[in-house]
């Protein structure tokens, strides 16, 4: 069998399976703090241009972002984006409904991939993020990027 | 959400994460953990209900979704399965986002799954990580029995 990359659609959703071992490794061995410290550092390194675009375009850059990643995992979700406010609903998670298809207990942490990847997005920009609503069970959420008060 | 399609920086951030805090050892004992969890209901079984082919099944799946740029050869008979990947899509993604710093050791984490999943199953897991600062391995898997010849263990080099 031969397969040049552009054959396939990069869409491997074991990875979410992967990662929700990985959080429950970190809390079990060394506990609930070192997954958010764990999951801020991921956030500072990997979304280094997004937190720029942040910074420079505001919240129309986050718009894009979670329009693009939804839709490749072929999830819905609903975006209402102002300049001062971002409002993120989903009905689950496409990542906590594949864990649970794989028969994998989903990690208590795994809200974090979503409050505290988001926070440490909105660290040092004039945005701040608040998880207004989540459903541990399938991941539903309503999340907040809205502007900080001067 | 963290996208699957994220999950090798998370990945490689977390291996990272876990060598600051407890060392190489820390790193080994997730790979570990993370072989007897991740691999058991797929590579695992797979290997035990099919023998060889269960690589082939488990790979062909595997690669296709990671839209990697490979060859896979299985010879069920001489019991050898084979993968030339040209582009690996993992090693590839850290090279490509040059604003991240792969972790180090971060093609040994394939060798420590994969062995400790095939060879407790009469295996031999042999590769070739030479080439992997251009995202580039072999990997050559033969059945163990009488007359066949042991590959070598893998080359450390430039992981």
């Known amino acids: ?150 | 959400m963290i996208a699957c399609t994220e999950f090798i920086a998370a990945y490689s951030e977390l291996f990272k994460f876990l060598e600051k805090k407890g060392g190489k050892k820390a790193v080994a004992d997730f790979w570990n953990y993370l072989s007897d969890l991740y691999l058991k209901a797929s590579l695992k079984k797979l290997v035990k209900l099919h023998g060889i082919r269960g690589c082939w099944l488990y790979w062909a799946k595997a690669l296709n979704e990671e839209a990697a740029d490979f060859t896979m050869e299985l010879d069920d008979k001489a019991g050898i399965f084979k993968i030339n990947m040209h582009y690996c899509p993992s090693k590839g993604r850290l090279l490509h986002w040059r604003h991240l710093k792969p972790y180090a050791g971060y093609c040994l984490h394939c060798d420590v799954l994969y062995r400790r999943i095939l060879e407790p199953l009469g295996y031999c897991y042999a590769a070739d990580f030479s080439q992997t600062d251009k995202a580039r391995c072999s990997v050559v898997i033969t059945r163990n029995g009488p007359g066949r010849v042991r590959l070598k263990r893998s080359s450390a080099k430039n992981r």
């Open chain 1, 1 to 150: 069998m031969t397969r040049k990359a552009a054959d396939n659609k990069y869409l491997h959703k074991d990875f979410h399976c992967a990662l929700n071992l990985g959080l429950e490794y970190v809390r079990k061995h060394f506990g609930d703090d070192a997954v958010r410290d764990y999951l801020r550092q991921y956030a500072r390194s990997f979304h280094a241009p997004l937190i720029r675009a942040l910074r420079r375009r505001g919240l129309v850059a986050l718009k894009e972002y979670f329009r693009n990643i939804y839709a490749e995992e072929g999830a819905p979700v609903r975006i209402n984006c102002s300049r001062d406010e971002l409002r993120l609903e989903t009905d689950y998670s496409p990542a906590v409904r594949h864990i649970r298809q794989k028969g994998f207990a989903v990690s208590p942490l795994h809200g974090a991939t979503e409050f505290a990847v988001h926070a440490a997005i909105c660290e040092d920009t004039p945005f701040a993020f608040e998880l207004a609503r989540y459903d541990r069970k399938i991941g539903r959420s309503v999340q907040r990027f809205y502007r900080r008060a001067p």
